[in-house]
């Protein structure tokens, strides 16, 4: 657990010693967000959030795996290498789009680009468990879904963007539970990843949370999600547990419920997939009458009770 332990907080005190230094620089490199009629904050905020998170999580998984290789935590670090680069490549497309601006089409082929580095590297649903048949490989549908799957999550995380602190709270939530079941599962790299993500949103929420003084961006959204859905694919999918399809569809429900819907919408008034709205769940929240806070607040507890959810189903073997 001393392993865990220290990647956690390297991961919370240098996300929350950058950023700072990332928010100060924002207005030199463009990655600014200014209000606009769809959006609910009212000053131009920067977003560059997501270089603090990058290398909060970064530097504490380096360091997590070399502590845990010290005291004989075996840990396959290729699929973590492929998560980093794959990451790294989501995250600088993210980037340049917080700052200049990038087309939707382009920035799915840099996803998918991204996807495509961290199969290379081994992350990929293999299998699915079942009540009825048990284990089901997945052979050539392996690719697809799972690249189906880091791609949509990329995008969910991003869709929930809307609020301060809200995409970052989501994270460190789903992060933390599944954590606890990739540590029920024995599963430590997996392990490792969720709790440096978790430290990473933590240490970020500090400047995020309402009133935010810096956002995260398409950068850190999408790195997030990317990072997220990656790390359940090494942990519970990789793993033999009855319930292992559903868990991180319960742990990730609300972000996964919001972009069916998005997509739902939008199909139905026959617009494109891409175009903004402000038909969130975070928008009918406010429109219900609920504060930003409350709104994220109310978020957050549905996430955690999701959570608890989750594990419970973990528990029963």
């Known amino acids: 657990m001393l392993t865990f332990f220290a ?10 010693l950058l950023t700072p230094m990332v928010r100060s620089f924002a207005p ?9 009629a769809r ?5 131009s905020t920067p977003r560059t959030g997501g270089i603090a998170i990058f290398f909060g999580f970064s530097v504490a998984v380096l360091f997590g795996l070399l502590i845990g290789a010290e005291h004989g935590i075996k840990i396959n670090p290729h699929p973590i290498l492929g998560i980093l680069l794959g990451g790294s490549i989501v995250l600088l497309a993210g980037l340049l789009d917080d700052m200049r601006g990038m087309k939707p089409m382009a920035k799915l082929v840099w996803q998918i680009i991204g996807a495509s580095v961290a199969i290379y590297f081994g992350v990929e649903i293999s299998f699915v468990t079942n009540p009825l048949a048990g284990v ?23 869709l929930i963007d809307g609020l301060d602190g809200l995409a970052s709270g989501v994270t460190l939530i789903a992060a933390g539970t599944l954590f606890l079941v990739a540590l029920r599962t024995h599963q430590p ?15 970020f929420l ?9 956002f995260l961006g398409d950068s850190g959204s999408y790195f997030l999600g990317f990072v997220l859905a990656a790390s359940a694919i090494i942990g519970v999918f990789k793993t ?5 399809l559903f868990l991180p569809l319960i742990v990730l429900a609300v972000p996964i419920f919001d972009t069916a819907f998005a997509v739902f919408r939008r199909l139905k008034d026959r617009r494109n997939l891409f175009a903004a709205d402000n038909r969130h769940i975070h928008h009918l929240l406010l429109r219900a009458g609920l504060s930003q806070r409350e709104a994220v607040l109310s978020i957050y507890v549905a996430c955690f009770f999701l959570g608890i959810l989750a594990l419970f189903m973990a528990l029963q073997r």
Do not use: C
């Open 189 to 203: 790299g997996a392990a490792l990843l969720m709790l440096a993500v978790a430290g990473a949103a933590l240490g």
């Open 7 to 16: 990647t956690f907080l390297i991961a919370l005190i240098l996300t929350i």
């Open 206 to 214: 500090r400047y995020n949370f309402f009133p935010a003084s810096i």
């Open 136 to 158: 089901v490989p997945l052979g050539l549908v392996a690719v697809p879904l799972t690249l189906v799957w880091l791609v949509g999550m990329t995008n969910a995380v991003n």
């Open 240 to 244: 033999t547990l009855v319930v292992a």
């Open 28 to 36: 030199e490199i463009g990655a600014v967000d200014r209000p606009a």
């Open 39 to 43: 959006k609910v904050h009212t000053q």
